[in-house]
């Protein structure tokens, strides 16, 4: 009997190290999966915490650029925008916007043309597909917003401006971009151009940039609202010199070129005008002398007509692309007799065509995207700083901001972006 007791008293020792282990091994799963969830929960707690941030963060864009050219960019360098974020979190994270720099003009690009299709540019592609609207010429209601400060002349009451300010020019988001002369790649497209309407169909990334740029900026004759520094903005975007009267002058030679092209196309289709060339060089240069003569002929009755038809421009009439005799105004009679109208040029039977507006969507088509853009983001700056902060600088914003984190070991990263 005595060593059946001391065998049940061994068993029952054994059975309470057994329960023990078992127990601690239960505490030591429960303590992890405690500390487990506290960890998991932190980190659930600053990733919501983290999107947050980063989305106040982009809530921090420049309000006047968004209301006035309906673009979102946010401004400030990597260490205020990681006090900021820090400010919102309430523990340390890292934000930067280096990727998401203007340098890069895609996304700038991107959101204008986001912005094109939503509302913003719903009525404005509606008249320029029906010709409706003020497209082509007159003053906006915002001419008396703009003030001559003595760099150049006017037009149409609208003051030309140069722009003098080195550190301005030297910060201009274009500078450090390669750019093809406008005059020349007008005439390869005079020369060249075989569907024009292609120019104007709607929906298409260009048509749609062209049009954000007519509905926002300034150009020769016609001012949009606010308060600009040039009064041909668009013609600036096309040219890129920094006065209002070079870059007009500059774009009006690109017109020219355009339609001597166009019209040259036209004058060797057409049997009337061939007859009145070849006749003309007979009378001049007899004999075989005579071809070289013709080409001459066509290119100078060409260029004349290219000639009134910027003016015809200028004055509000509509040019056709594609020229008939109806639509040519300048008969050879009148080049050979310096014959120029009564107002200054000279008016076709008819008045049909595309206005002043649709010429400069020409020449906007065959800019690069890059030039286009980073222009648009110079006249951003330039005023910008006219207006609202001298100080400005398109190159110190950013489209989106990356945000960075280290919360209990584990790295927490978010891109966001307009």
Same mark, same amino acid.
């Given at each position: 009997?005595?060593?059946?007791?001391?065998?049940?008293?061994?068993?029952?020792?054994?059975?309470?190290?057994?329960?023990?282990?078992?127990?601690?091994?239960?505490?030591?799963?429960?303590?992890? $999966?405690?500390?487990?969830?506290?960890? !998991?929960?932190?980190? #659930?707690?600053? +990733?919501? %915490?983290?999107?947050? &941030?980063? *989305? =106040?963060?982009?809530?921090?864009?420049?309000?006047?650029?968004?209301?006035?050219?309906?673009?979102? $960019?946010?401004?400030?360098?990597?260490? !205020?925008?990681?006090? #900021?974020?820090? +400010?919102? %979190?309430?523990?340390? &994270?890292? *934000? =930067?916007?280096?990727?998401?720099?203007?340098?890069?003009?895609?996304?700038?690009?991107?959101?204008? $043309?986001?912005?094109?299709?939503?509302?913003?540019?719903?009525?404005?592609?509606? +008249?320029?597909?029906?010709?409706?609207?003020?497209?082509?010429?007159?003053?906006?209601?915002?001419?008396?917003?703009?003030?001559?400060?003595?760099?150049?002349?006017?037009?149409?009451?609208?003051?030309?401006?140069?722009?003098?300010?080195?550190?301005?020019?030297?910060?201009?988001?274009?500078?450090?971009?390669?750019?093809?002369?406008?005059?020349?790649?007008?005439?390869?497209?005079?020369?060249?151009?075989?569907?024009?309407?292609?120019?104007?169909?709607?929906?298409?990334?260009?048509?749609?940039?062209?049009?954000?740029?007519?509905?926002?900026?300034?150009?020769?004759?016609?001012?949009?609202?606010?308060?600009?520094?040039?009064?041909?903005?668009?013609?600036?975007?096309?040219?890129?010199?920094?006065?209002?009267?070079?870059?007009?002058?500059?774009?009006?030679?690109?017109?020219?070129?355009?339609?001597?092209?166009?019209?040259?196309?036209?004058?060797?289709?057409?049997?009337?005008?061939?007859?009145?060339?070849?006749?003309?060089?007979?009378?001049?240069?007899?004999?075989?002398?005579?071809?070289?003569?013709?080409?001459?002929?066509?290119?100078?009755?060409?260029?004349?007509?290219?000639?009134?038809?910027?003016?015809?421009?200028?004055?509000?009439?509509?040019?056709?692309?594609?020229?008939?005799?109806?639509?040519?105004?300048?008969?050879?009679?009148?080049?050979?007799?310096?014959?120029?109208?009564?107002?200054?040029?000279?008016?076709?039977?008819?008045?049909?065509?595309?206005?002043?507006?649709?010429?400069?969507?020409?020449?906007?088509?065959?800019?690069?995207?890059?030039?286009?853009?980073?222009?648009?983001?110079?006249?951003?700056?330039?005023?910008?700083?006219?207006?609202?902060?001298?100080?400005?600088?398109?190159?110190?914003?950013?489209?989106?901001?990356?945000?960075?984190?280290?919360?209990?070991?584990?790295?927490?990263?978010?891109?966001?972006?307009?």
């Amino acid at each position: 009997m005595k060593m059946d007791s001391t065998l049940v008293r061994q068993k029952r020792g054994s059975s309470a190290v057994f329960l023990a282990v078992i127990l601690a091994s239960l505490v030591a799963i429960t303590l992890s $999966l405690v500390f487990a969830g506290r960890v !998991q929960a932190r980190i #659930s707690i600053a +990733d919501g %915490t983290l999107n947050l &941030a980063s *989305a =106040s963060l982009l809530s921090e864009y420049d309000y006047y650029v968004q209301r006035d050219y309906g673009l979102f $960019l946010l401004q400030g360098t990597d260490t !205020q925008l990681s006090r #900021s974020l820090r +400010d919102y %979190t309430g523990f340390y &994270a890292k *934000a =930067s916007a280096g990727r998401f720099s203007t340098v890069n003009t895609e996304p700038v690009r991107k959101q204008i $043309l986001d912005y094109m299709k939503s509302t913003g540019g719903v009525q404005l592609i509606t +008249d320029a597909v029906t010709g409706e609207g003020d497209s082509g010429g007159g003053t906006g209601d915002g001419s008396d917003d703009a003030s001559d400060n003595g760099d150049g002349g006017a037009s149409d009451g609208i003051p030309d401006r140069t722009l003098r300010h080195g550190p301005t020019i030297t910060s201009l988001p274009s500078r450090s971009l390669p750019d093809a002369d406008i005059v020349t790649t007008a005439q390869r497209l005079g020369e060249n151009l075989t569907n024009p309407e292609a120019i104007f169909r709607t929906g298409t990334s260009k048509f749609l940039m062209s049009e954000y740029i007519l509905s926002k900026f300034n150009r020769n004759g016609y001012v949009n609202e606010g308060d600009h520094f040039f009064s041909s903005e668009v013609e600036y975007i096309i040219c890129g010199k920094m006065s209002d009267e070079k870059n007009k002058h500059r774009t009006d030679l690109a017109l020219e070129a355009v339609r001597t092209g166009l019209n040259l196309t036209h004058i060797y289709s057409d049997p009337e005008k061939v007859r009145a060339i070849t006749e003309a060089a007979e009378l001049i240069t007899p004999g075989p002398m005579g071809v070289v003569t013709q080409a001459a002929i066509a290119a100078a009755w060409a260029a004349a007509e290219a000639i009134n038809d910027v003016k015809l421009l200028h004055k509000d009439f509509r040019v056709p692309i594609i020229k008939t005799s109806a639509s040519w105004a300048i008969d050879l009679d009148s080049i050979l007799e310096g014959y120029s109208g009564e107002d200054g040029c000279i008016h076709p039977q008819t008045d049909t065509g595309r206005k002043y507006d649709d010429y400069l969507r020409i020449l906007l088509y065959v800019k690069d995207d890059n030039i286009v853009t980073a222009r648009v983001l110079d006249l951003i700056q330039i005023n910008m700083r006219k207006n609202y902060d001298e100080g400005f600088l398109v190159q110190e914003c950013a489209t989106g901001v990356s945000v960075d984190a280290d919360i209990c070991g584990r790295s927490l990263s978010y891109d966001r972006i307009y």
